[in-house]
């Protein structure tokens, strides 16, 4: 079974009456790519072993590692996520591991951070392929020792938080070119999900998108639909930026629509606006310039 998360979305929901917003946890879909995604998912949730998720941007590694969660012994614990590349090395380590007051300017208060937070939970730290190597090594403790220290304190704390780990980067590749250190690798490495982009995956397309389009049409009030033109137009596209595109896609042409039908002229590729055609137009212009 898929579990009532992905089970959710089946029956399809265009037209969703206004106020019945589906969960947005929710992993959706039923091709035997995401399934197979899903059933290392399920297998590796109950072991206390650090996870790292695999895929490009956009597949919904946030959402799998929710799914890991709450399948987890840590289920009723807190799950803290954070976006290792928004973030500056110093920014980075004061909110992973909390400041003393007067660590740098600004710093009034003491403050934890979001290993603290996660203590006797789970921890998610998003795009860890972008962190620094002096970082790397402060990671590593945490995940060996379960120790730090809060910028600016010199008082050891002890943590217990289930660490989860994702990228869209080649960490073997940056491993090589001693971007990324080997023991992290190897620590984080221990248990791979890896997770389908949407062109291994578009027997979902029509499941994805009337669950995006009834999250739509709650959070606005409507009772939009697709028309069947639209259906079969929204089957044809690329969608390099993957499931995330396929929501911005459908969310803008929803808001753009003045009927109750959405149709291919609401569409950004309909009126040239659809970056991912353009950057498509301009590889291929490329190709030909070449030959």
């Known amino acids: 079974m898929l579990g009532p998360l992905v089970l959710l979305a089946r029956s399809g929901m265009s037209g969703v009456a206004p106020g019945d917003a589906p969960d947005a946890k929710a992993i959706v879909g039923d091709s035997p790519a995401l399934r197979a995604a899903l059933d290392d998912a399920r297998r590796v949730a109950p072991t206390e072993l650090p996870v790292l998720l695999r895929g490009e941007s ?19 614990k807190p799950f803290v996520k954070i976006n ?9 380590e004061a909110e992973l591991f909390g400041h003393e007051r007067g660590a740098f300017t600004g710093a009034d208060i003491r403050r934890e951070g979001r290993f603290a937070l996660a203590d006797g939970g789970t921890i998610l730290l998003d795009e860890i392929g972008e962190i620094s190597p002096a970082f790397q090594a402060k990671l590593l403790r945490v ?3 379960g120790a730090f220290e809060r910028v600016g304190g010199e008082k050891t704390l002890r943590v217990d ?4 780990a994702a990228t869209a980067c080649d960490l ?4 090589r070119a001693k971007k990324f250190r080997a023991d992290l690798y190897y620590r984080l490495c221990g248990a791979p999900v890896r997770l389908p982009a949407l ?22 009030g409507r009772a939009l639909a697709l028309n069947p033109r639209a ?21 803008g042409a929803a808001a753009l629509t003045t009927g109750d039908e959405i149709c291919e002229r609401d569409f950004a590729c309909r009126q040239g606006r659809c970056f991912s055609a353009q950057l498509r137009r301009a590889r291929m212009a490329r190709r030909q310039k070449a030959s």
Request: with cysteine.
């Open 58 to 76: 956009g597949v919904g590694k946030e959402l799998f590692a929710q799914f890991i969660h709450d399948r987890s012994p840590r289920a009723e």
């Open 84 to 92: 290792c590349a928004a973030l500056t090395e110093n920014l980075l």
């Open 143 to 145: 995940i060996q020792e």
């Open 161 to 164: 938080a289930r660490l989860i």
């Open 172 to 175: 073997e590749a940056a491993v």
């Open 199 to 220: 062109r291994e995956r578009r027997e979902d397309i029509p499941a994805l998108a009337d669950h995006f389009l009834a999250r739509f049409n709650a959070e606005n």
């Open 231 to 251: 259906k079969t137009m929204i089957l044809r596209c690329a969608y390099p930026g993957n499931i995330r595109e396929l929501e911005n896609c459908l969310r």
